[in-house]
């Protein structure tokens, strides 16, 4: 027998349902031109349940306080223009982190933490290799943020890069256009580097 109790239990489980789906630990955002960066953000959580890591979300669709939700950030992003963050200026459909930092440049980041990756053309762009991820990470350390992730320079062949800080890159970096083969041995050895911290294992 229907009664308004059941309705109202029902619409309950949904609403519930729905916050359960937002609460995940991890909340993992990207921004993407040609669709390398989602492509890799998707990769990345298909490896967890939906409780340890939200979808990969474009930031283009992202508000602030779903972003403020998490204390756990993986945040990706390809760097495009002259070592530009990806946007409306670079011609990022949508928009994406050039947009939305401004969107949460008055948040305060004390108690997260934040793993970044980038992706960039390093034969292309050896000037500006992976910069955007150090813009990224300007911008998160400057409000508190603490980071896990950094990844060794070594097997890279760049002149300079905005993401590097004592010689090592603020995250992982990876090359789709000149060492694709790398990436998913670097994304595993990554994920090990961020495990305890991100409570993966
Ligand atoms: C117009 C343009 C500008 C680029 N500028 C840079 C750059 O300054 N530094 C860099 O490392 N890569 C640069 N790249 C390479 C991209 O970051 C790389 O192709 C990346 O995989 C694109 O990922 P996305 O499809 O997610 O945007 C540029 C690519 C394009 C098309």
Redesign the pocket.
Known sequence: MLYPGHILHKRFVAFATTEVNNMARIGLF??????????IAKALKKRFDDDTMADALNVNKATPELFASYSHLILGT???????L?GLS???MGGGWEEFLPKIEHLDFSGKTIALFG????A??PD?????MGLLYEFFKARNASFVGAWPADDYD?IS?KALVDDEFVGLA????NQKLLTDARLETWLKLIATEFELI
């Open positions: 990207f921004a993407s031109s040609t669709g390398n960066t989602r492509r390809s760097t495009l223009g002259a070592g530009a990806p670079t011609d990022c992706l960039g053309d390093q292309k762009y500006e290799f992976v910069d955007a760049f890069s990876l090359d789709q256009e």
